[in-house]
């Protein structure tokens, strides 16, 4: 089925471990973003890529990191995991345009004690 | 600045009542776009509105209405005679003309009791 899907779903991480979130669209999507979900505060937006081989930061950026290196995938990295990064994580893609929808992943919920 | 304000964290009602979640925002854009969402407890984001800010007519669909007033920077959703089903948390947000990301507005949780 065409969407968003995020890998994995669920994952508990010890402080200072590192680990990589995966993205993965197949509508051929040029848009990508990783936000995070904290109570009472929305979504954040951490980076975004509008294309291949780009990224650029959002709102929350820092202990993250992210790379596009193929137009399917957006993969964000925690380098060294922190328990103020305990949150959820959702995926979204869109193609350019202002009358494009976004589709959203079903969300990484990721603990790190 | 772009920015979405939710001002009502936590709403409760008891069903078949009316219930208006407010959203208002903030743009630099003469040209932008407003969503609604819905987050039921299951976790995943619904789609359910899109407005530019061209179009200021209001618009149903079924219980569901919006209003949006540029006058008042305001995008305000109604639902009529609500149901234990509409208990969710609802965000709005604001389309970043900048890379198309989306600002979210910090949430309002929904809880309609029988």
């Known amino acids: 089925n065409a969407g968003v899907t995020q890998t994995p779903k669920f994952r508990v991480l010890k402080t200072g471990q590192s680990m990589t979130l995966l993205c993965a669209q197949d509508m051929n999507h040029e848009y990508m973003y990783w936000y995070r979900q904290d109570p009472g505060m929305g979504l954040r937006l951490i980076h975004y890529s509008v294309g291949e081989g780009t990224t650029a930061k959002g709102e929350v950026p820092d202990g993250y990191n992210v790379s596009r290196l193929k137009k399917q995938n957006f993969l964000l990295g925690l380098e060294s995991a922190a328990p103020s990064q305990t949150s959820v994580y959702f995926c979204?893609?869109?193609?350019?345009?202002?009358?494009?929808?976004?589709?959203f992943g079903s969300g990484t919920r990721l603990t790190v004690v | 600045a772009q920015k979405v304000t939710q001002a009502q964290t936590e709403i409760s009602v008891v069903e078949k009542e009316d219930v208006t979640l407010d959203c208002v925002y903030e743009?630099?854009?003469?040209?932008?776009?407003l969503f609604w969402y819905k987050q039921p407890p299951s976790g995943e984001l619904v789609f359910l509105i899109r407005?530019?800010?061209?179009?200021?007519q209001n618009e149903i669909s079924g219980r569901y209405s919006w209003n949006f007033q540029k006058s008042t920077s305001s995008f305000n959703f109604t639902i009529t005679a609500s149901q234990v089903v509409d208990s969710a948390v609802y965000f709005c947000a604001l389309k970043d003309n900048q890379g198309g990301k989306l600002i979210f507005g910090q949430g309002t949780e929904l809880s309609v009791k029988p």
């Open positions: 407005r530019n800010s061209f179009d200021e």
């Open positions: 979204a893609s869109k193609l350019p345009g202002n009358t494009e929808g976004y589709t």
């Open positions: 743009t630099r854009d003469t040209t932008y776009y």
